[in-house]
Nanobody, 126 residues
Framework: QVQLVESGGGLAQSGGSLRLSCTTSGFKFSSYAMGWARQSPGKRLEWVGGIHNDGSETSYGDSVKGRGTISRDNAKSILYLQMDSLKPEDTAHYYC???????????????????WGQGTQVTVSS
């Protein structure tokens, strides 16, 4: 079965950095687009960003553009999210997602992801 396990979350200070990892199994990683989303209490699930299956293209939500970088290692089946210049509003539970098939829609990406991991908590202090 598809397994997505996030790690690397924790407590960070404003202005600091974190790198989240998503280790995967149960599917051919290099054939699927991958992405990240986040959710904080009282707010909707928010798109963070995604990457095409071959790593040729990435896209990001407005809230993380310029601060987040998504990459993937297809040899190791691992997805990464580098977050820099962290802000308190980045506090959320971060989820790793697997694309359904083909490319995702940049304008509305969330429906094109069919599986999400359990997530990892990121807390940014003021």
């Amino acid at each position: 079965q598809v397994q997505l396990v996030e790690s690397g979350g924790g407590l960070a200070q404003s202005g600091g950095s974190l790198r989240l990892s998503c280790t995967t199994s149960g599917f051919k990683f290099s054939s699927y687009a991958m992405g990240w989303a986040r959710q904080s209490p009282g707010k909707r699930l928010e798109w963070v960003g995604g990457i095409h299956n071959d790593g040729s293209e990435t896209s990001y939500g407005d809230s993380v553009k310029g601060r987040g970088t998504i990459s993937r290692d297809n040899a190791k089946s691992i997805l990464y999210l580098q977050m820099d210049s962290l802000k308190p509003e980045d506090t959320a539970h971060y989820y790793c997602g697997k694309g359904c098939a083909g490319a995702y829609d940049d304008d509305a990406p969330l429906p094109d992801f069919c599986h999400w991991g359990q997530g990892t908590q990121v807390t940014v202090s003021s």
